[in-house]
């Protein structure tokens, strides 16, 4: 079974800091990983993916994510972070057998001035 | 192209009222779905249809009904609400795979915020 973990449920930086939003799964199959952005009040909008091509994956907005099989994880980094960028994000996993997306419990990002 | 619409935005029931959420699609997507927000688990799905006249349970179904006459339009029903059941409900589309699974890309609606009193 898949399953995924986001270990903080809450981070907070300063604008120009880095980013740093950390998710561990688990599968029992080549798994695919995503990461949404959700912004207050609005719906879910893809931020990245990995699907066994290049394990460090460019998403939009200058988010970046490394697939570390060893680690089990999917971290989701960002160099310097920007005020549009408070929002919630969540780590998602799909197994390769065409199964259903399984969101982590979500993980929201405050940026201070 | 629209892309997912929901309707309502909101709505307030009453313990017992029935109601419909609307899902609707203009991308020619073979798999909808239905998911539940609440806070602190994440996105949790409900139903989904890998074409119409093809519908399936998600994770947590009790409650809900689904049916997909048309590849455009897939609605949720509460046939009795309960407290339980106030969350934020979001509709997602996507192509299918061959296994019959959502492509990579899904894309989500706007969501409509229910409470049941």
């Known amino acids: 079974a898949q399953s995924v973990t986001q270990l903080d449920s809450h981070v907070s930086v300063s604008e120009g800091t880095p980013v740093l939003l950390r998710c561990n799964y688990s599968s029992s199959y080549s798994p695919s990983l995503f990461w949404y952005v959700q912004h207050p009040n609005k719906g879910l909008q893809l931020l990245l993916k990995y699907t066994s091509a290049a394990t460090l994956v460019k998403g939009i907005n200058g988010f970046e994510a490394e697939f570390k099989k060893s680690e089990t994880s999917f971290h989701l980094t960002k160099p310097s972070a920007h005020m549009s960028d408070a929002a919630e994000y969540f780590c998602v996993v799909s197994d390769r057998q065409g199964g259903k997306l399984i969101f982590g419990q979500g993980t929201e990002l405050s940026v201070k001035p | 192209n629209a892309g997912v619409t929901q309707t309502p935005k909101f709505q307030v029931l009453k313990t017992g009222q029935s109601m419909t959420l609307q899902c609707a699609q203009d991308m020619n997507h073979e798999y909808m779905s239905w998911y539940r927000q609440d806070p602190g688990m994440g996105l949790r799905l409900i139903h989904y249809s890998v074409g119409a006249g093809i519908t399936d349970q998600g994770e947590v179904p009790n409650g809900y009904n689904v049916s997909r006459s048309t590849t455009e339009d897939f609605p949720l029903r509460l046939l009795s609400a309960a407290p339980s059941q106030t969350s934020v409900y979001f509709c997602?589309?996507?192509?299918?795979?061959?296994?019959?699974?959502?492509?990579?890309?899904?894309?989500f609606g706007p969501g409509t915020r229910l409470t049941v009193l």
């Open positions: 997602a589309s996507s192509y299918s795979n061959p296994r019959g699974g959502p492509t990579d890309t899904q894309y």
